[in-house]
């Protein structure tokens, strides 16, 4: 079963496959952070795709804060 890990942010991390439980056949082990439903299609070159209050969300990567310039 294919699970999909989110940072203590909610943000998308990676796709892993659940272990099924020896004790229980056809229950599986879901680890922590993670969700089973997938999310949805974004560009990671400019998006990411964070896991809130249920549901997914695409959210373009934020601009990086400018370098302060140098005291002369």
Same mark, same amino acid.
């Given at each position: ?13 990676? +796709? %892993?496959?659940? @272990?099924?439980?020896? %004790? *229980? ?22 998006? %990411?795709?964070?896991?809130? @209050?249920?549901?997914?969300?695409? =959210? @373009?990567?934020? =601009?990086? *804060?400018? +370098?302060? +310039?140098? *005291? *002369?």
């Amino acid at each position: 079963m294919k699970v999909y890990q989110t940072s203590y942010l909610g943000y998308f991390v990676a +796709e %892993l496959d659940a @272990d099924e439980s020896p %004790l *229980e056949p056809g229950v599986f082990h879901i680890p922590g952070g993670c969700v089973v439903d997938p999310p949805p299609s974004y560009d990671p070159a400019v998006q %990411l795709a964070r896991h809130v @209050d249920g549901a997914w969300r695409v =959210e @373009d990567i934020p =601009e990086p *804060e400018p +370098e302060p +310039e140098p *005291e *002369e």
